[in-house]
């Protein structure tokens, strides 16, 4: 499988993220394979489906940006 250069899957996602703000998106190569509100029902879609080798992200809103915090578990 040939694999996106780096800058061209960065600008793909960017642009994704744009137009899914404030939902979990599932990407393969520069296709949009499924968006959802919550990531557990994502990932019950996905696997429903049958699907792997994905990119999985949550697009965050503008404004959940400017929020800066470190998780310790």
């Keep these: ?3 996106m250069p780096t800058e061209a899957k960065h600008g793909f996602v960017e642009g ?3 137009k899914h703000a404030g939902k979990w998106v599932a ?3 520069k296709r949009v ?3 959802s509100d919550s ?3 994502l990932i019950k879609e996905l696997r429903r489906k049958g699907l792997d080798d ?3 992200f949550y697009s965050a809103w503008p404004k959940e ?3 800066k915090f470190l ?3």
């Design 1 to 3: 499988m040939r694999r």
């Design 65 to 67: 940006k400017e929020y």
């Design 54 to 56: 994905l990119y999985v």
């Design 16 to 18: 994704v993220k744009k």
């Design 33 to 35: 394979i499924a968006v």
């Design 27 to 29: 990407t393969r190569g």
């Design 39 to 41: 990531h557990e029902e």
């Design 71 to 73: 998780l310790l578990v």
